[in-house]
Nanobody
Framework: QVQLVESGGGSVQAGGSLRLSCAAS????????MGWFRQAPGKEREAVAG????????FYADSVKGRFTISQDNAKNTLLLQMNSLKPEDTAMYYC??????????????????WGQGTQVTVSS
């Protein structure tokens, strides 16, 4: 059974940090895009960060560059997102996802086939 399970969300004050984890089971990570997306109420889902360890590529949305770091541990089948200097505008449900094909685009939701249920991040000012 394919599963992506996020954890690590919570409520923090602006300037704080959180680390999100995504445990993957029933699928492999190394040859596909692995990404983090977020969706705030009333807004469209947006790509936050993505990586493809097989192609050696990493993507970050402009809004999180320099603050967020994506990484993965293929041996543990875990995807991480370290979020520092959090801002109220980072408040959203955060989802991890795995790519559809080896050459899928890591910065577009259409490139992903498997999604987790999400973990809520709330940043107060």
């Amino acid at each position: 059974q394919v599963q992506l399970v996020e954890s690590g969300g919570g409520s923090v004050q602006a300037g704080g940090s959180l680390r999100l984890s995504c445990a993957a089971s029933g699928l492999t990570m190394g040859s596909y895009c692995m990404g983090w997306f977020r969706q705030a109420p009333g807004k469209e889902r947006e790509a936050v960060a993505g990586m493809h360890s097989g192609r050696g590529t990493t993507f970050y949305a402009d809004s999180v560059k320099g603050r967020f770091t994506i990484s993965q541990d293929n041996a543990k089948n875990t995807l991480l997102l370290q979020m520092n200097s959090l801002k109220p505008e980072d408040t959203a449900m955060y989802y991890c996802a795995r790519g559809r094909y080896y050459y899928s685009a890591c910065d577009k939701s259409t490139g992903y086939a498997y999604w987790g249920q999400g973990t809520q991040v709330t940043v107060s000012s």
